[in-house]
């Protein structure tokens, strides 16, 4: 129990921290001005643009930081601070969520991967809630264990391909927003690059979270503990 309970302040512990810091450096750079003058929304359809790129809509969604590109819709929602806002931060969320376009247009292979896993990843999490418990109810504890073993490696492998996915896209978002010409090198480069590295590092407390979980319940189904 101690092991669960030192694991679980852990891992809380690091995703706070990356939460807290992708927070700290939208705030900060969301009050620096591109000298471009451009809003993220148009920024992101440039970027669309240039790419050749017309059947993606771009649209405001509710809520803080909730950017994301839906590429089953074709619809890239930037949020409440991101869609109207002119700020370097702004910029930088915006570019990388016209980077998971560009990715989609160019069937950049991580990203049809996770597209691929969403479905499996979301029955594993909604299985893992119930089934573990169930069969340790009935006495089967090494089943139940092997299930929970089961949605956890498929949790992590999906965290895993996300690193790659989410890491071009800030790649792409970096470059094109320099040689574009929408942010100016120096003080605005550097924003964004603190911005996109911050939210970065929250897909890696969430693959180094799955991670451990996934070690702290395999390591006794290995060495047999499960049925002490």
């Given at each position: 129990?101690?092991?669960?309970i030192?694991l679980?302040v852990g ?6 921290i990356?939460g ?24 992101a359809?440039?970027?669309l643009?240039q790419?050749?790129i ?10 803080m ?5 839906d590429?089953?819709?074709?619809r890239?929602?930037?949020s409440?601070g991101?869609?109207?806002s002119r700020?370097v931060a ?5 570019a990388h969520e016209?980077?998971h376009?560009l990715?989609?247009?160019q ?5 049809a991967?996770r ?6 990843t979301?029955f594993?999490?909604?299985?893992m ?7 340790s109810?009935?006495g089967q504890v090494?089943?139940?264990l ?11 492998l999906f965290n895993l391909?996300t690193?790659?996915v989410?890491?071009?896209a800030?790649r792409r978002?970096?470059a094109?927003?320099l040689?574009?010409?929408?942010i100016?090198?120096g003080?605005?480069?550097r924003?964004?690059?603190?911005v996109?590295?911050?939210?970065g590092?929250?897909?890696?407390a969430a ?11 395999l ?6 503990r499960?049925?002490?």
């Amino acid at each position: 129990m101690f092991a669960f309970i030192l694991l679980f302040v852990g891992t809380m512990a690091i995703s706070l921290i990356a939460g807290a810091r992708v927070k700290s450096q939208f705030r900060r750079w969301s009050g620096v001005h591109a000298t471009s003058g451009l809003t993220g929304a148009e920024a992101a359809s440039k970027i669309l643009r240039q790419a050749g790129i017309h059947n993606v809509e771009v649209v405001p969604y509710e809520g803080m930081l909730s950017d994301h590109y839906d590429p089953v819709n074709r619809r890239l929602a930037l949020s409440e601070g991101v869609y109207s806002s002119r700020s370097v931060a702004a910029l930088g969320i915006a570019a990388h969520e016209a980077g998971h376009a560009l990715q989609h247009a160019q069937a950049y292979a991580p990203l049809a991967w996770r597209m691929g896993a969403v479905k499996i990843t979301t029955f594993a999490s909604g299985a893992m809630m119930f089934l573990p418990i169930v069969f340790s109810l009935l006495g089967q504890v090494t089943l139940g264990l092997t299930i929970m073993v089961i949605g956890l490696s498929i949790m992590m492998l999906f965290n895993l391909v996300t690193l790659p996915v989410e890491f071009d896209a800030s790649r792409r978002a970096k470059a094109l927003l320099l040689r574009s010409g929408m942010i100016s090198p120096g003080e605005e480069q550097r924003g964004v690059n603190n911005v996109l590295d911050a939210a970065g590092l929250t897909y890696v407390a969430a693959f180094v979270s799955s991670l451990a979980y996934l070690l702290y319940y395999l390591v006794p189904l290995l060495t047999g503990r499960s049925e002490e």
